[in-house]
């Protein structure tokens, strides 16, 4: 039995596809052929487009699925309208409930509202507002309720208990994989000639629908998940040929943040996908800078892990056609402003020093006019007079500039030691 390969080399990818031919798949591409027939007029078809930025930073044909523009602003309404569909008259009037950190809260929702059915979405009391709010107008009952995701889950399935109405898994469900794998046939259709799906892993729901649909239409494509490294739960199952369940999770990719598999996907990943690689969450964040920069979109930081993947090399790339799903789009708007800052001052364009100041009347006017003079834009000046830490007769300024690049840093750092000024860059603490 073919089994998963574990941290498959940059420089060389799996030359036979990663199932073995006695796997007995749960789901035919029959099956999602069917569902995406349904499908067709509740969902939207969303854009491919080829990235010339990542292309020329990869050496490679990058293909982005615009999935962030789908209804709900995920992929999730595509397998939870699916699975809505295949309830019974009694299970609809019963009604639906489901726990969710936003995305599939709003495709339930959007999916129950369609086909008229009662909902209710539990989610963790930390879930984005912006997820909230919108699962809300969408006509839900939302709870909040637990810390994580998992915690939500828990009280939902104690609900369900409670009132009889259908639980609606967020990816371990046959049904919800096989209406995730509708994008599978939308991706490869548009680029047949694809030779690698670089897809993000949550609880393996939409990489499990992809990969039974690719496979089964080009049997030698490479497919390969991404998770983030605060909640790899699915890499340390594949290590452990086991269900994992970490102690513990932290990631800004909150639609990803799954303490355990599921145990549907599981297998089907085990058998289907050549690699699971992983990103921290600086290059979660700078993939998503480079998006909002380069294509002019805003996607999640789950929705961006694929093309973190992508920059941080641990995938080879060079010369193949690589289709990139760009999973989600609902990034907090409160969120949004630290985010980017984060990136830049990672990116070396936003820039803070300390620089000690003589107790003397234009002192600190002088420091400003050599900033000028480099042509950098100061943000922000912050002037501490006294301390403990500084001699007598000593102030120090805090500085924030806008600067081009870690070069254009150095030249300013280098300006002010010249000038005669004790000075350093600011650090965060640890």
């Not at 939870?80 to 929702?109: C, F």
Request: some cysteine; glycine content about 8%.
């Amino acid at each position: 039995m073919a089994s998963l390969k574990k941290g498959v080399s940059p420089e060389v990818l799996p030359a036979e596809p990663a199932q073995s031919s006695s796997y007995q798949a749960p789901v035919t591409i029959a099956d999602i052929w069917q569902a995406q027939q349904y499908l067709k007029p509740f969902i939207e078809h969303t854009p491919l487009v080829h990235s010339r930025t990542l292309s020329e930073a990869t050496q490679a044909r990058i293909y982005l699925k615009f999935e962030q523009m789908q209804r709900g602003g995920s992929f999730k309404v595509r397998g939870a309208t699916y699975k809505l569909s295949r309830l019974t008259a009694e299970q609809r009037k019963a009604g639906v409930i489901t726990a969710s950190a936003g995305n599939h809260a709003q495709g339930v929702a959007i999916a129950a509202a369609q086909l008229h059915i009662p909902c209710t979405i539990v989610v963790p009391e930390n879930a984005p507002l912006t997820k909230v709010t919108a699962t809300q107008r969408l006509g839900a009952q939302v709870i909040l309720s637990g810390a994580t995701y998992d915690d939500a889950v828990q009280h939902a399935l104690k609900l369900q208990q409670e009132s009889g109405a259908t639980y609606v898994p967020a990816f371990d469900d046959i049904d919800i994989v096989t209406g995730q794998g509708t994008l599978g046939l939308e991706m490869l259709a548009e680029v047949p000639e694809a030779d690698v799906i670089v897809v993000p892993i949550g609880g393996g729901g939409l990489i499990s629908g992809i990969a039974l649909a690719a496979r089964a239409l080009k049997p030698s494509i490479t497919i390969i998940g991404v998770e983030a490294a605060g909640a790899a739960s699915m890499r340390a199952s594949l290590n452990a040929g086991t269900l994992q369940t970490l102690p513990a999770i932290a990631t800004i990719a909150d639609g990803i943040a799954i303490k355990q598999p599921g145990k549907i996907t599981f297998p089907i990943i085990q058998h289907l996908v050549d690699d699971v690689v992983v990103v921290d969450d600086e290059q979660i964040i700078n993939a998503a800078l480079l998006l909002m920069e380069q294509h002019k979109i805003l996607v999640e930081g789950a929705g961006a892990t694929g093309v973190a993947a992508l920059l941080n090399g641990s995938i080879a790339l060079k010369d193949k056609h690589v289709l990139v799903p760009l999973t989600g789009g609902n990034l907090d708007i409160n969120l949004l402003g630290r985010f980017t800052e984060h990136a830049l001052v990672n990116a070396s364009r936003y820039f803070a020093i300390h620089v000690s100041l003589a107790d003397r009347p234009g002192e600190l006017a002088h420091v400003i006019n050599i900033v000028a003079g480099m042509r950098v834009n100061i943000i922000d000046v912050h002037y501490q007079r006294v301390s403990s830490q500084m001699p007598f007769m000593q102030h120090e300024a805090m500085i924030t500039v806008e600067t081009r690049n870690r070069t254009q840093c150095e030249e300013l750092l280098k300006s002010l030691h010249a000038a005669g000024y004790v000075v350093e860059e600011a650090r965060a603490l640890h």
